[in-house]
């Protein structure tokens, strides 16, 4: 069973959460003025991790699309199939490798990939989805173009305490020892957008298109109360995720684990207090900033 990822890179949770505010419904009309998605299209989402991205685009065709899912790590799909059998979405998740999958040829009407392509070798992985999309079907690279997070008026109000500080100066030198998932967590595989519209131009795709959607989130807008919450979640996320490789990691000793369960209460600290003044009505105006990379191309007729 391999659950590299999901134990040592992205937490399942703190992913989730991360992906739940990046593809919200809220922002459906941006992502499908550029997607070219369709009613009942047949889609697979590669390296879908815990599935976000599936669940989310299902929703914005209120389950009028073919969605399918396929990841490398079981715990991500073990994850995805328990969400979709609770929550009902029809959606079939495959654990497999992107770059080598047992689909048929032309299976697909559209292929999408959100942050994989740097992970893996980039050759295979489009190749691959040449052979299992149809003609005329689509193939969506996206990528996190700009990301930044606007804490600045929380960090005035609610500080990062000196012990919280040590703590995760102990627990980035443990990470930087551990370096087989340091070597991993680097984005080797990362290529300019220019290089890889070249790319899928010498793998004989066409119609080649880059585009950027803009996602914007602050918890004090007027909006939905879970909204608000989820953008306060994805402020602490981050910084939990660090902590839960640690635990994962059978190498680090009980004390280190014992450090990584005190950071892991620190940052829940600072997250309540967060939250209190949320509920206060306090405004802070703190807030999240990502650009959505996107690079669409069309297996063309031959
Ligand atoms: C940065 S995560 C992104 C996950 C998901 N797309 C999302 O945005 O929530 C990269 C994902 O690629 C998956 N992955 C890496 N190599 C893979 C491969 N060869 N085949 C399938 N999935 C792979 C990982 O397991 C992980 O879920």
Same mark, same amino acid.
């Given at each position: 069973?391999?659950?590299?990822?999901?134990?040592?890179?992205?937490?399942?949770?703190?992913?989730?959460?991360?992906?739940?505010?990046?593809?919200?419904?809220?922002?459906?009309?941006?992502?499908?003025?550029?997607?070219?998605?369709?009613?009942?299209?047949?889609?697979?989402?590669?390296?879908?991790?815990?599935?976000?991205?599936?669940?989310?685009?299902?929703?914005?065709?209120?389950?009028?699309?073919?969605?399918?899912?396929?990841?490398?790590?079981?715990?991500?799909?073990?994850?995805?199939?328990?969400?979709?059998?609770?929550?009902?979405?029809?959606?079939?998740?495959?654990?497999?490798?992107?770059?080598?999958?047992?689909?048929?040829?032309?299976?697909?009407?559209?292929?999408?990939?959100?942050?994989?392509?740097?992970?893996?070798?980039?050759?295979?992985?489009?190749?691959?989805?040449?052979?299992?999309?149809?003609?005329?079907?689509?193939?969506?690279?996206?990528?996190?173009?700009?990301?930044?997070?606007?804490?600045?008026?929380?960090?005035?109000?609610?500080?990062?305490?000196?012990?919280?500080?040590?703590?995760?100066?102990?627990?980035?030198?443990?990470?930087?020892?551990?370096?087989?998932?340091?070597?991993?967590?680097?984005?080797?595989?990362?290529?300019? $957008?220019?290089?890889?519209?070249? !790319?899928? /131009? %010498?793998?004989?795709?066409? *119609? #080649?298109? &880059?585009?950027?959607?803009?996602?914007?989130?602050?918890?004090?807008?007027?909006?939905?109360?879970?909204?608000?919450?989820?953008?306060?979640?994805?402020?602490?996320?981050?910084?939990? $995720?660090?902590?839960?490789?640690? !635990?994962? /990691? %059978?190498?680090?000793?009980? *004390? #280190?684990? &014992?450090?990584?369960?005190?950071?892991?209460?620190?940052?829940?600290?600072?997250?309540?207090?967060?939250?209190?003044?949320?509920?206060?009505?306090?405004?802070?105006?703190?807030?999240?900033?990502?650009?959505?990379?996107?690079?669409?191309?069309?297996?063309?007729?031959?």
């Amino acid at each position: 069973m391999n659950t590299f990822w999901s134990k040592n890179i992205f937490g399942i949770d703190s992913l989730k959460t991360i992906r739940d505010f990046r593809f919200n419904i809220r922002f459906s009309e941006l992502y499908l003025q550029v997607l070219p998605i369709q009613r009942g299209m047949k889609l697979l989402d590669l390296g879908c991790g815990p599935g976000s991205f599936t669940r989310c685009v299902y929703d914005w065709f209120q389950g009028d699309l073919q969605v399918e899912g396929l990841d490398l790590d079981d715990g991500y799909i073990n994850f995805c199939t328990e969400i979709a059998a609770r929550d009902h979405y029809n959606i079939a998740y495959t654990v497999g490798d992107a770059c080598n999958t047992s689909f048929s040829n032309e299976s697909f009407e559209i292929t999408t990939s959100y942050t994989v392509a740097q992970h893996v070798e980039d050759l295979s992985f489009f190749k691959e989805q040449y052979r299992i999309l149809k003609h005329g079907g689509y193939i969506v690279v996206m990528d996190v173009g700009g990301y930044s997070e606007n804490i600045a008026s929380q960090l005035e109000v609610i500080p990062i305490s000196q012990e919280e500080f040590n703590v995760l100066l102990a627990l980035k030198i443990v990470d930087e020892q551990n370096n087989i998932i340091k070597a991993k967590r680097h984005n080797k595989n990362r290529k300019s $957008d220019y290089m890889t519209m070249n !790319l899928l /131009n %010498d793998m004989g795709f066409t *119609d #080649i298109l &880059h585009q950027k959607i803009k996602i914007f989130g602050s918890p004090d807008n007027p909006q939905s109360d879970d909204f608000s919450r989820l953008i306060i979640n994805n402020f602490y996320s981050h910084y939990i $995720d660090l902590a839960i490789s640690i !635990l994962n /990691n %059978d190498n680090n000793s009980d *004390d #280190i684990k &014992h450090l990584a369960n005190i950071y892991i209460d620190l940052v829940n600290e600072r997250k309540a207090k967060r939250i209190e003044m949320y509920e206060n009505n306090k405004k802070l105006w703190d807030s999240i900033e990502t650009d959505v990379n996107i690079i669409i191309a069309k297996k063309g007729f031959i």
